[in-house]
């Protein structure tokens, strides 16, 4: 079955830096759109950023310039670079599909920015 493990978040002052990593197995990654998605407290899980190839990204208004998709087809990972974080930016991260798919979801990496 497909699994996709979220790791690399934590505890990062306002302004600074984290890389989250999302390892697949269980799927042909290079076949799919892969997409990194949070969860703001109180909010609706929402979709940040997605990559096809290194070439075709896209990102929401709110991380655009800041945030930068990568993925890495022979070791099956997708990367999610996460610069001058905010407050904002605290959330639940996951990776997935893009579209999701909802037995794909994993356990997520938490990431708190604050000072």
């Known amino acids: 079955q497909v699994q996709l493990v979220e790791s690399g978040g934590g505890l990062v002052q306002p302004g600074g830096s984290l890389r989250l990593s999302c390892a697949a197995s269980?799927?042909?990654?290079?076949?799919?759109?892969m997409g990194w998605y949070r969860q703001r407290p109180g909010k609706e899980r929402e979709l940040v950023a997605s990559i096809i190839t290194a070439d075709s990204t896209n990102y929401a208004d709110s991380v655009k310039g800041r945030f930068t998709i990568s993925r890495d087809n022979a070791k099956n990972t997708v990367y999610l670079q996460m610069n001058s974080l905010k407050p904002e930016d605290t959330a639940l991260y996951y990776c997935?599909?893009?579209?999701?798919?909802?037995?794909?979801w994993g356990q997520g990496t938490q990431v708190t920015v604050s000072s």
């Open positions: 269980g799927l042909i990654f290079s076949f799919y759109t």
């Open positions: 997935n599909t893009q579209p999701s798919r909802a037995t794909f």
